[in-house]
């Protein structure tokens, strides 16, 4: 991958931790210092996204917000508790991500569609998950002659399974999944019947440290999306 990719990339999980924020100024302010404008806000039932313009790299991204521990969003929780199961594309999905996801699909795609933009899904944690879901759900529509999305990427970041095997088949964009050593998420759920849809790319533990309180501990550190972004950040400017 190119530095310029991987910085892209960097930005992208910035946008991921900027969703996480509660009060909506500080969220656009935070995606404001990444050189992006939020586009539009999409939110129902607990689940969240927010499709943005990234005037430096020419694309939109949209970003699906990840499990809202720290305010206990109870949806968020229950959402990684799932079985794969039969859903309205090819192979098996899990369902409590689906159902999430399925809150704000269409509005989502809607979005996507009226942009009139290559578009790029992100998110981390549970994000990742719907990002992935969203990846395989648009193309199948794309290949079913349902209408054309132009998803250009899917980019994850600590992201558990979502789909299986033939699910991911279906996604005809390029996935980079990144995975932080020691972050425990991606191997959630512990149960057969699900996989990731690409090859793990590996970035560096942080250091343990409990200078930044609890979430300096293994780990919540190895999961914390703002490593994953300084992580990437460091790695665009390697050589």
């Known amino acids: 991958m190119t530095p310029a990719l991987v910085a892209g990339d960097?930005?992208?999980?910035?946008?991921?931790?900027?969703?996480?924020?509660?009060?909506?100024?500080?969220?656009?302010?935070?995606?404001?210092a990444l050189g992006c404008e939020v586009r539009q806000w999409i939110a129902w039932g607990g689940s969240e996204a927010a499709l943005v313009d990234d005037y430096d790299r020419g694309r939109v991204a949209c970003v699906l917000r990840g499990t809202e521990v720290a305010h206990f969003q109870w949806r968020d929780v229950l959402a990684n508790v799932g079985v794969p199961s039969p859903w309205a594309g090819p192979g098996r999905a899990h369902t409590g991500?689906?159902?999430?996801?399925?809150?704000?699909l269409d509005r989502v795609a809607t979005a996507i569609e009226d942009s009139g933009h290559l578009?790029?899904?992100?998110?981390?944690?549970?994000?990742?998950?719907?990002?992935?879901?969203?990846?395989?759900?648009?193309?199948?529509r794309e290949t079913a002659g349902l209408g054309r999305w132009g998803v250009r990427a899917a980019?994850?970041?600590?992201?558990p399974k979502a789909l299986d095997a033939e699910?991911?088949?279906?996604?005809g964009c390029p996935v980079r999944r990144y995975v932080v050593e020691g972050d425990p998420a991606p191997l959630?759920?512990?149960?057969?019947?699900?996989?990731?849809?690409?090859?793990?790319?590996?970035?560096?533990a942080p250091p343990l440290t409990l200078s930044r309180g609890p979430r300096g501990v293994w780990p919540l550190a190895h999961h914390d999306v703002d490593h994953y972004a300084r992580a990437l950040a460091d790695a665009s400017t390697d050589g």
């Open 10 to 32: 960097a930005v992208l999980a910035g946008l991921c931790s900027a969703v996480y924020e509660r009060d909506r100024t500080a969220r656009e302010a935070a995606i404001r």
């Open 97 to 104: 991500y689906l159902r999430q996801l399925d809150r704000i």
């Open 119 to 140: 578009v790029a899904l992100a998110g981390h944690s549970m994000g990742g998950a719907l990002a992935t879901l969203l990846a395989a759900r648009l193309w199948w």
């Open 155 to 159: 980019v994850t970041f600590g992201a």
């Open 167 to 171: 699910a991911a088949a279906a996604i």
């Open 188 to 204: 959630w759920p512990p149960i057969p019947g699900l996989c990731h849809p690409a090859p793990v790319i590996r970035l560096p």
